[in-house]
């Protein structure tokens, strides 16, 4: 059964940056497309990145919702079955739960505990 552990957030100041870590236990984590996902109080979760199974390496691709575009990337580890979410000029808007998951929906598995990304002055 594939665990999802999400670590790296924590309250930082508009303009900061975080990195985002996604740990999955089991095999299988290269075939599936990678998602990292967020849900602000009062409102749905939401995609706002995305990663092929070849990551950045030629041939694969990555995409980001407009909101995010320009500040955040995503990456992937195959080796180590971790993907991250490198975020800089953080605006309070980011403000949500973080999770990873299969970038498909009818291929997720159970959600991870999230990490909490606040951001405030």
């Known amino acids: 059964q594939v665990q999802l552990v999400e670590s790296g957030g924590g309250l930082v100041q508009p303009g900061g940056s975080l990195r985002l870590s996604c740990a999955a236990s089991?095999?299988?984590?290269?075939?599936?497309?990678m998602g990292w996902y967020r849900q602000a109080p009062g409102k749905q979760r939401e995609l706002v990145a995305g990663?092929?199974?070849?990551?950045?390496?030629?041939?694969?691709?990555?995409n980001y919702a407009d909101s995010v575009k320009g500040r955040f990337t995503i990456s992937r580890d195959n080796a180590r079955n971790t993907v991250y979410l490198q975020m800089n000029n953080l605006k309070p808007e980011d403000t949500a739960v973080y999770y990873c998951n299969r970038a498909t929906e009818r291929l997720w598995v159970r959600w991870g505990q999230g990490t909490q990304v606040t951001v405030s002055s």
């Open positions: 089991g095999s299988g984590f290269s075939i599936y497309a």
């Open positions: 990663i092929s199974t070849a990551g950045i390496s030629p041939g694969g691709n990555t």
